[in-house]
């Protein structure tokens, strides 16, 4: 007679529940990985189409009113939406427009969380929430004026996104003197990818997207680290073994880059949402202006927005981006 061997129940249980602590544990890393790779590819996406729409406009500056009184209080305010109407929907295709105080109906969620998961914020909805420093008149004024402390306003793209857009009417192009990027930042799109579904974070469904200089407009969409280099370094050095700044990026990760100045000059205007804190520091950019231990390269003051050209042997803090 032959004997068949097989195996016992408990032994299938036992089987069953190693491959599902083996799933419980595997899975929800997995599905990260693919919800980041699924964003990182709209993200682009989005940036592309932005940057292709703008492109196309003539002039960023001076769409719709913006009356402040005495007091601080805007009287009229119809900024933000006119841009959105007058000048984006005739060059790229909006679903829906959502006035200031109704960006809910466009999907903008009420609160996101910081890109360092510390903090969760309310969304912002004027200029000063977004960043108070823009609005700090010793800093932006320039040849077409200050900043102006416009409403949101939103809309919602063919493709589910949803996008606030923080506007600034009376944006100067790049050829003042002045230095300070608060009135060189034209539009600042704060997008959710998904609408008010979660996680509604910094780095991963929420990011941003700036469009600086009224003429010739230069749009960039960073995606930054986490965290700062942990120490301040030189942006070039013939020393051996002493790292500069565009080392440190790539110690830190090898998808890691240094901004150029405009990424981060959009790293300033969005600081609050990146939760950089009070630090006063100067940060570099990877925009060399000249080579060499004594050459120059634009420099970011993120307590006041100051950009400057600053010697590459100079000590300075490296908030990297991804590439």
Known sequence: MKKFRGFTLAEVLITLAIIGIVAAITLPSLLVNVNEKAWDAQKRALHARLAQAIGQ???LGGYGTYTEDEDGTATADTAAESFILDALSKVYKINNVCGPDKLSSCGIPSKITTLDAVAEINFPT??????AKLLNGAHNTGENGDVADTK???FETVNGES????????????????????NKMCVNFVYDLNGSEGPNQVGKDVGFITAFYNKNPVVVAPVPFSTDYASAVKQYTETEGEIDAPTACKTMGE????????????LFVNAPLINLGEN??????????????SGLVWVQRFVNGNR???????????RCIRR
């Open 255 to 266: 998808d890691l880059r240094l901004p150029d100045r405009d990424e981060l000059a959009s």
């Open 308 to 318: 400057f050209r600053g010697g590459r042997s100079s000590m300075n803090h490296v």
């Open 57 to 59: 406009m003539n002039t």
């Open 152 to 154: 949101a306003a939103a």
């Open 126 to 131: 004027k200029m000063k929430e977004l960043n």
């Open 280 to 293: 006063n520091g100067y940060y570099w950019s990877g925009s060399v202006i000249s080579l060499g231990m």
């Open 163 to 182: 996008i606030a857009v923080f506007y600034n009417p009376l944006c100067s192009s790049d050829t003042t003197v002045n230095h300070y990027v608060q």
